[in-house]
């Protein structure tokens, strides 16, 4: 397995593997890898040849005061649990390599990134397709992995993929889990043993909503409503927000039907975790 730190030597790892025929699978990350990632890049070498991941942590997509500089970051540890997952190449590069001086473009898909994260992450989302754009363009992947836990995120891509025309295939994994039931995120590293007990409440409370919706509840505002007070039973728990919303808009439902998405991001103290679930009514 390589570790490319520049665009250039990654363009050539690409033009030899385009050269040779061969397909390529881009799996892209901010690094500090877990099962989840580990799940997406094994998906990636199943479908295809050639498996590249990148491991930055992009500046872009962090507001003012959120986790950036904190953000773990290891690369040696990444780049061990890359390759038995089937890496061939790990695509690490600078914030500078990136982004040099005089960097002045952006992109931005509008309307389903005014919902969910979007509305209290300002930028975010500008920052994320930014980056998978650059991403995109360098590795030229046939085919990018994406995780569902990240479920805006992924119908945002697929947003920008279709409008600007590009030539890949998006592939969404389903959300990987701890046995606990715990979603996983890099970000769990920073949750006290007892914020991460509270975080349980999460899945709880997503399992509890599917259950009601089986049972025949129809209303989103009622399947709100027991997410809200589901979590609010734990103190250290702080609500940013709890939305039942259609899958293909983002936008609110009160009568749920067809393909829905409960979407829900809460504070453990400093850590801000999201969670979903996605159900067919
Ligand atoms: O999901 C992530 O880890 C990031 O948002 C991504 C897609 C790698 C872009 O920086």
Same mark, same amino acid.
């Given at each position: ?120 992450? !300002? %930028?975010?989302? +500008? @920052? ?9 363009? #360098?590795?030229?992947?046939?085919? &990018? ?69 089986? !049972? %025949?509840?129809? +209303? @989103? ?9 589901? #979590?609010?039973?734990?103190?250290? &728990? ?44």
């Amino acid at each position: 397995m390589q570790i490319i730190k520049t665009v250039a030597e990654m363009k050539d790892f690409v033009h030899k593997i385009k050269a040779a025929g061969k397909s390529l699978a881009l799996v892209p990350t901010m690094g500090y890898l877990h099962q989840g990632h580990l799940t997406l890049m094994r998906e990636a070498k199943a479908a295809c040849n050639t498996v590249v991941t990148s491991i930055f942590v992009n500046p872009l997509q962090f507001g003012v005061g959120e986790d950036y500089e904190e953000y773990p970051r290891d690369l040696t540890r990444d780049a061990q649990l890359a390759e038995p997952a089937g890496v061939d190449a790990i695509f690490a590069p600078a914030v500078a390599e990136m982004y040099p001086k005089g960097y002045h473009t952006f992109v931005d898909v509008e309307e389903i990134t005014n919902h969910l994260c979007g509305r209290s992450r !300002a %930028g975010h989302f +500008r @920052g994320v397709t930014t980056v998978v754009n650059k991403l995109f363009n #360098i590795v030229q992947p046939d085919k &990018a992995f994406f995780g569902q836990k990240d479920a805006q995120q992924v119908l945002v891509i697929k947003r920008m993929v279709a409008d600007l025309n590009m030539n890949l295939e998006i592939v969404t994994v389903p959300i990987v889990r701890e046995e606990d039931g715990l979603a996983m995120s890099s970000r769990n590293v920073y949750l006290t043993p007892e914020e991460r007990r509270a975080a349980l409440m999460l899945n709880r409370s997503l399992q509890q909503a599917k259950a009601a919706i089986e !049972a %025949g509840e129809r +209303r @989103g505002s009622a399947i709100r409503d027991m997410i809200v007070q589901t #979590i609010e039973t734990e103190k250290l &728990a702080n609500i940013d927000y709890v939305e039942v919303v259609a899958m293909s808009s983002l936008e609110p439902q009160e009568k749920l039907e067809g393909e829905i998405l409960i979407a829900l991001a809460v504070r453990f103290g400093k850590t801000r975790l999201i969670d979903n679930i996605m159900l067919t009514v």
